[in-house]
């Protein structure tokens, strides 16, 4: 990972926003807060056309598809100086997985090796690469939680909680076993509903416990499924994308609530 | 004759599981405590890590050259005085011993604890003979009252509370008095105890596992915490180690390797209570020890890994971190995997040795957290090789058609932006309509997911739509 700041002075970063799918179909304003982010530091976002990094096919033995939509990402996103994305677990598949996808294809190692390189996640992009500190109000007490792949694939566990402690008004609350699996895992909650369930509802009893107001994480896939128990258990805790916060935007409506 | 496999309705498992009040209640009380010893135990070893390196370094050496140490420790083990048997399946290894107790006329064996014999279901198959078998782990002791299996690597009775052990031990010890005190897990262990010793004096073979087998000398290794393993071998006329194929290592410092990470892995102790290490026969001399000694090494389709996309799994030393910080292991026990070997390893292990046809539920069943991974030992890359078996699934059509179906639907317009981006914006306006309220309490189509949940309705338009009204606005 580099270490020092890019001169974004004399030339502005590139940067393509890869959004992800969930954040592209359920929730914009993750990927809009995410280029308020970049682009308060100087960065130049881009959008191109994009789908699927193919995690899903990948996780479901799919390794053609996934080839297939990788190298569908890999094309849109070469030209750019960096990528980010604000999903450890698509970054994770991006970074860990593509090359491993290419293992022995002269071809597209390289590119998929190339983009890995330059591929982020958007905490440790802003924390590691930017060294930025995003400056935003948000009044209330939050608690997080460490999203699996981003936590063990990536190592993204300090970079959140750095940037978060910038937020005026703002009191991280730390629940029982932060670093635990909420039960999602993709596709795993819909083929194994009740274990899933067991899973997140202790999940929820954590989050509930800590007496935090807010429950902020990296993967909007482990907040859709914590904010749906959440409010399923009729318990009143809002949820968010963690750039949400840091972009300002914590005033607009959580997940799981009517747009105004 | 091999443990039934039940394996392939993990789900039906998974429920019955979920709905076992005293399952959950014993499920409840372990989680923490394994989670927090190995931390304990890890933390106080700068060294730790590095030991970790040594030890995947040196099982893919071993694993690289099985077939040379096997041969040295078999020629070790017959120089000693001891005696080894090939077995290439379950049946064999069954009859081998079977054949051993008969020659002896035992009518009774002491086992002590070995995940092997339950893969050979060997109690079932020694019973069916005539010859008992009895276990002496106290862990063992209580399943076997219990007519059931192990759920768990090192703790058999993980999914037993202590109220239902009273009960257990109420119910067979009927020759003790019906008013004694049994309140205290001390007074179960001590009851217990006193059971045992009896039974290790009349056995007429001891059978234990192995935790490492040493080509050097010839020696086969077992830890315990309760010195069941000890009695169960110098108190019989013969002991029979059985033991899988890949449980050898070169060297007694090569075995203190293993040793170091094992106990600490598993249950927080720097070393098991006992180490034992046996070598041979009772020789000349000595005060006691079996007659005969004999190893029955077992492969059970063990050799077939080797060389292929799943031998690092051979690298497991059986230390149960894997489980003991799994989500989906606290969430449902041993039992629903369906088979000897449960949590993460097992989810590789049995489609490995049954058959992915009957396996293939169990690398299935798990979110992909990667914590097995991230306190493993031996560092075994086990999300890699769940991930591994369902590509063999997807590859041979073995995945259930709607999971397949959906997946192509979905992978269809994934691999067209356009038609992607035009039908996802109209169907997230659609799913806005539904949700207007934010949240969507049933959707057909996704009732795994409503089922417990609400389904946080969308935005309404695409991410990529609005960027570009944005982009045209400027």
Redesign the interface.
């Known amino acids: 990972m580099p270490d020092q700041v890019p001169a974004v002075a004399t030339k502005p970063l590139r940067v393509g926003l890869f ?1 992800t ?1 969930l ?10 807060a995410a ?1 308020k982010l970049l682009e308060d530091v100087g960065c130049v976002v881009e ?1 191109p ?4 990094c ?1 995690q ?8 053609s ?1 996934a080839r ?2 990788a190298m ?1 990402a890999i094309k849109a996103f070469e030209p750019y100086d960096y990528v980010v994305m604000p999903s450890g677990s698509c970054a994770g598949q991006v970074i860990v997985h593509y090359p491993e996808l290419f293992e022995g294809d002269a071809a597209w190692l390289p590119r998929a090796r190339a983009l890995a390189a330059k591929t982020f996640e958007l905490t440790v992009f802003l924390s590691d690469v930017l060294k930025a500190a995003p400056r935003a109000r948000f009044e209330g007490s939050i608690t997080y939680h460490d999203s ?2 981003g ?3 990536l190592g993204i566990k300090a970079q959140p909680r750095k940037l978060l402690a910038g937020v005026e008004g703002l009191s991280v609350v730390e629940m029982k076993d932060p670093d ?2 909420c ?18 509802g202790k999940k929820t009893g954590n989050i509930a416990a800590s007496g935090a107001s807010t429950l902020l994480a990296g993967d909007l896939g482990c907040l ?2 914590m ?3 959440l ?2 258990e009729g318990k009143e805790i809002r949820v968010r994308h963690i750039a949400e916060v840091l972009a300002g935007m914590g005033d607009e ?1 959580a ?5 105004r | 004759m091999s443990q039934a496999v039940n394996s392939p309705h993990f789900n039906a498992n998974a429920r019955k599981a979920l709905d076992d009040a005293f399952l959950q209640k014993a499920l409840a009380r372990s989680e923490k405590g394994f989670i927090e010893r190995r931390k304990a135990a890890v933390e106080k070893l700068p060294e730790y890590d590095a030991i970790r390196d040594s030890a995947r370094d040196l099982k893919d050496h071993i694993l690289a050259h099985l077939d040379l140490y096997l041969e040295a420790y078999e020629k070790n083990v017959i120089a000693a005085g001891g005696h080894v048997h090939w077995a290439a399946d379950a049946e064999e290894a069954n009859e081998i011993i079977h054949g051993i107790c008969k020659r002896l006329d035992a009518k009774t064996v002491a086992k002590g604890k070995s995940m092997i014999s339950e893969e050979t279901g060997l109690n079932a198959y020694l019973e069916e003979r005539g010859i008992r078998p009895i276990e002496t782990d106290l862990g063992e002791y209580i399943i076997q009252l219990r007519g059931e299996t192990p759920s768990h690597l090192i703790a058999p009775a993980l999914h037993v509370t202590k109220e239902q052990i009273e009960a257990d031990f109420r119910r067979a010890h009927t020759d003790l008095p019906p008013e004694r005190n049994l309140d205290e897990p001390t007074s179960l262990l001590a009851e217990a105890r006193a059971m045992l010793r009896e039974k290790f004096l009349a056995a007429d073979v001891g059978i234990t596992g192995a935790n490492f087998l040493i080509a050097e000398t010839g020696s086969s290794v077992i830890v315990t915490n309760e010195g069941n393993g000890d009695l169960t071998q110098t108190l019989a006329k013969a002991h029979i180690v059985i033991s899988s194929i890949e449980k050898v290592v070169p060297t007694r410092e090569d075995a203190a390797t293993f040793l170091r990470l094992l106990a600490r892995t598993a249950s927080g102790l720097d070393l098991s209570v006992y180490t034992t290490f046996s070598t041979g026969a009772r020789r000349e001399g000595d005060p006691d020890g079996p007659l005969e000694y004999h190893v029955v090494l077992l492969d059970n389709g063990r050799s077939n890994m080797l060389g292929g996309k799943f031998q690092e799994m051979l690298r497991c030393i059986r230390c149960g971190a894997c489980m003991n910080h799994c989500p989906v292991f606290h969430a449902v026990g041993g039992h629903a995997y369906g088979w000897v070997y449960p949590g993460p390893m097992g989810a590789v292990l049995t489609p490995s040795l049954v058959g992915v046809e009957k396996g293939g539920q169990l690398p299935n069943a798990s979110t992909f957290c990667g914590r097995c991974e991230e306190v493993c030992p031996v560092r075994i890359p086990l999300p890699k090789l769940m991930r591994n078996w369902r590509e063999r699934e997807f590859e041979r059509h073995l995945q259930p058609a709607a999971a397949r179906y959906g997946l192509d639907f979905w992978a269809a317009f994934a691999k067209r932006p356009a038609l992607y981006r035009a039908a996802t914006s109209v169907a997230m306006k659609v799913l806005r309509l539904i949700g207007g309220k934010g949240r969507i309490r049933s959707l057909p189509l996704a009732s795994g997911w409503t089922k417990h949940r609400d389904f946080p309705a969308p935005q309404g338009e695409t991410f990529q739509a609005l960027w570009k009204k944005r982009r045209v606005a400027r």
């Open positions: 959004a799918c954040v592209d179909l359920m929730r914009p304003r993750v990927g809009f280029a959008v056309a994009q789908t699927c193919g899903p096919a990948f996780n479901s033995g799919d390794r598809t297939e939509l569908q699996c792949s936590l063990r694939e635990v699996c039960g999602f895992g993709g596709t795993f909650c819909v083929k194994y509903p009740d274990v899933s369930n067991k899973i997140v859709m499924n904010a749906g128990k409010s399923r409506p997940i799981g609530e009517p747009e």
